[in-house]
């Protein structure tokens, strides 16, 4: 192997800073190494994204059909290309590494160097300058040499001129003597340091080439292994691809998408099924079917007359069961309301005691409480003068039954208000005595007359009666509606007598 040593020396000694520099592009020469891979990285994991997207439209093709076995080889070709590519990205990724450590390396051993050489620089520049001296120098001696030599010669020069001329030739000849002694002497010590610089020169190349060469192996033998490795994946792929025959394409169709190998048969005329029709039956069980039947109808309408018997109990019994579930609700509400209740009171107190309460408007009131209690009495007594003949005191007035029933409903509200409520009501009660005309004879009434009288009056909330045509509650709890006691009056035929009502 050649060396530095015997090719870096010349006229100018520029052999030096030829070495240097060379020693500084080394660090160059890395960096760009090392963007050259990097930028391959991004070139291979660019492909091997691509082969991924290609992969992934492989997968999205078509899955039915007879060439769908073919795309799956596509895609598993694909995506194990795209792991490779990925594979050989991260291999350049570490030599991009090592040879930025490297660079970093290198950069601090071209400062120690630097340090190391800086006596070889001082000589070298001292030569260079001494080389341009001693040419100077000898180029004076030259001149002087001939304009001595020429004073000499010429017979007509002057003594003095030719004393100037010998003493500016014998300096310019000290000089160049001068010159040429530190000429030899600079000489030397650059051959010496000059010696060991190129050694030292060379020792750095060599590393430095190596360890380039190391960098350049590892991205070679990378890119060999990898190559190899897709070698391999494109001979699978032609090896799977051939195994694909026409006739194993149409067999897997044939085993997946199979539909049965039977052929449709023929179809023959079949007689109905009677067997499952019942036996005609004679005469005698048709007429036994048919006087079961009626006596069933029988007991169907005794059922049901026994419910029209019991329907006002049953009613009552109705009556009861709302009334429970009502209770709750009206204990509750009446506590939320008993503070305004109590107020609006105290104003209603307030303005009876101020103003006299208009006799007029209390007696339409009781004449329409009279009334209604009337009407309930009637109705009632016209439903009792149905089952029962009515009874009559001395006087001719019907007497009014005990109506427990009421009194029971009376208590049951009475009984969510407070005591001051008690007794604003038992304040508020009054009694209304229907007196008997001057004659005491009964007085008879048309159907007519009693219906248009009926429908005139408004009911009180009675609980527990029933409409006399459907036996159900009507839409307001316990009433009865004006027609229905009309209607059984009507129907009853009976008089109408007038009653004695005492609240």
Same mark, same amino acid.
């Not at 009407?375 to 007594?381: F, G, H, L, P």
């Given at each position: 192997?050649?060396?530095?040593?015997?090719?870096?020396?010349?006229?100018?000694?520029?052999?030096?800073?030829?070495?240097?520099?060379?020693?500084?592009?080394?660090?160059?020469?890395?960096?760009?190494?090392?963007?050259?891979?990097?930028?391959?990285?991004?070139?291979?994991?660019?492909?091997?994204?691509?082969?991924?997207?290609?992969?992934?439209?492989?997968?999205?093709?078509?899955?039915?059909?007879?060439?769908?076995?073919?795309?799956?080889?596509?895609?598993?070709?694909?995506?194990?290309?795209?792991?490779?590519?990925?594979?050989?990205?991260?291999?350049?990724?570490?030599?991009?590494?090592?040879?930025?450590?490297?660079?970093?390396?290198?950069?601090?051993?071209h400062k120690t160097m630097k340090d190391q050489e800086s006596g070889t620089l001082e000589v070298v520049q001292s030569i260079q300058q001494t080389t341009q001296l001693v040419q100077k120098a000898k180029e004076s001696y030259a001149a002087r040499c001939l304009e001595y030599e020429k004073f000499k010669r010429d017979t007509g020069a002057s003594p003095k001129d030719v004393e100037k001329a010998e003493v500016k030739f014998k300096k310019a000849l000290d000089d160049y003597k001068s010159l040429l002694e530190k000429y030899t002497n600079v000489r030397n010590d650059f051959e010496k340091k000059m010696l060991v610089s190129c050694r030292n020169f060379q020792e750095v190349e060599i590393d430095h080439i190596r360890k380039m060469k190391s960098f350049i192996e590892s991205y070679a033998k990378a890119s060999e292994n990898n190559h190899s490795l897709i070698q391999q994946v494109h001979v699978a792929f032609k090896q799977q691809s051939d195994e694909q025959t026409v006739e194993k394409l149409i067999d897997q169709f044939i085993q997946t998408k199979t539909t049965g190998v039977e052929k449709p048969g023929p179809l023959e005329f079949e007689e109905a099924d009677l067997s499952n029709l019942p036996l005609a039956s004679s005469p005698e069980q048709q007429e036994k079917q048919n006087s079961s039947h009626d006596s069933k109808l029988k007991e169907k309408g005794k059922q049901n007359s026994s419910m029209s018997s019991n329907g006002p109990a049953a009613t009552k019994h109705m009556a009861r069961g709302v009334l429970r579930k009502s209770?709750?609700?009206?204990?509750?509400?009446?506590?939320?309301?008993?503070?305004?209740?109590?107020?609006?009171?105290?104003?209603?107190?307030?303005?009876?005691?101020?103003?006299?309460?208009?006799?007029?408007?209390?007696?339409?009131?009781?004449?329409?409480?009279?009334?209604?209690?009337?009407?309930?009495?009637? !109705?009632?007594? &016209?439903?009792?003068?149905?089952?029962?003949?009515? %009874?009559?005191?001395?006087?001719?007035?019907? $007497? /009014? #039954?005990?109506?427990?029933?009421?009194?029971?409903?009376?208590?049951?509200? !009475?009984?969510? &208000?407070?005591?001051?409520?008690?007794?604003?009501? %038992?304040?508020?009660?009054?009694?209304?005595? $229907? /007196? #008997?005309?001057?004659?005491s004879h009964l007085i008879a009434a048309s159907v007519d007359e009693l219906r248009a009288t009926c429908e005139g009056l408004s009911l009180s909330p009675v609980v527990g009666c029933v409409a006399a045509e459907g036996l159900s509650l009507s839409p307001v709890v316990g009433c009865v509606a004006a027609k229905c006691l009309s209607c059984s009056l009507a129907c009853g035929e009976r008089q109408w007598t007038p009653a004695r009502v005492l609240m």
């Open positions: 192997m050649k060396e530095f040593v015997d090719y870096f020396w010349g006229e100018k000694n520029g052999g030096f800073d030829v070495l240097y520099h060379n020693m500084k592009h080394g660090l160059v020469s890395s960096k760009e190494l090392s963007d050259h891979i990097r930028e391959r990285c991004q070139i291979e994991e660019n492909y091997s994204r691509a082969l991924t997207k290609l992969s992934k439209s492989a997968a999205n093709s078509t899955s039915v059909g007879t060439f769908a076995p073919v795309w799956q080889i596509l895609k598993n070709s694909s995506e194990r290309l795209s792991g490779l590519h990925m594979d050989m990205v991260h291999k350049f990724q570490e030599i991009v590494k090592d040879i930025q450590k490297y660079s970093e390396e290198q950069h601090k051993k209770k709750s609700w009206f204990l509750s509400r009446g506590k939320k309301d008993k503070k305004k209740e109590k107020k609006k009171k105290k104003k209603e107190v307030a303005a009876a005691t101020a103003v006299e309460v208009d006799d007029k408007k209390r007696d339409s009131i009781a004449a329409n409480d009279a009334g209604s209690e009337q009407n309930s009495v009637t !109705s009632k007594d &016209s439903k009792e003068n149905s089952q029962t003949p009515p %009874e009559v005191d001395e006087e001719g007035f019907t $007497i /009014r #039954p005990d109506h427990a029933e009421r009194d029971r409903h009376r208590r049951y509200y !009475s009984s969510g &208000s407070t005591d001051s409520d008690s007794d604003d009501d %038992e304040a508020k009660k009054f009694t209304v005595n $229907i /007196r #008997p005309l001057g004659n």
